[in-house]
């Protein structure tokens, strides 16, 4: 099969790209807006980009509340998203009104960030506290989607310490949960070591 992305006529019933650049993780962003009224939203064109200085960064087609808090006040939570919350992840896709609580709308609960306003999901198993640092807007073909990439830096990270063995963090056991193409997630099924040349 080939097909060019310009025109993007694959045949199939739909887009494949996704369905191949996967396992992708989620950025389970948590953020307030100007009036203090949270919100909670999955991404999954989302991925630490550089460690000294830590940076996260994701990014979406349109101009969503996540978006707009983080731009106005600053700050923002990346929750771990875990198999064991796949229903609340995917009931915090739902597209809703900017004052709809999706903590209260998916049944989770808020806990304080230490250095940061934005909340943090307290049932994740890690949380990365963000001050904002940029949008850019990516290339775009005229008349298409207008996709925004938000930036962060990483000013503090908690870790559930169940998952600290060894002194090392144990994904596989953090179960982390991924998007993959169409509707589906996908879930770790092991680990592979090799130690670098």
Known sequence: M?????TNDH?????PLKALVAPRPIGWISSLDANGQPNLAPYSFFNLLSTHPAIVGFSSATLKDSQRNIEETGDFVCNFASVNLIDEVNTTSKHVAADVDEFELSGLH???SKLIKAPRVKEARAHLECEYLQTLTLPHDEGGMVWSLVLGRVLAVHIDDRYIKEGLVDTLAMEPLTRMGYMDYGVLGGVETRNRP
């Open 110 to 112: 808020q806990a304080p």
């Open 11 to 15: 045949g199939l019933p739909h887009d």
């Open 2 to 6: 080939y097909y060019e992305t310009a």
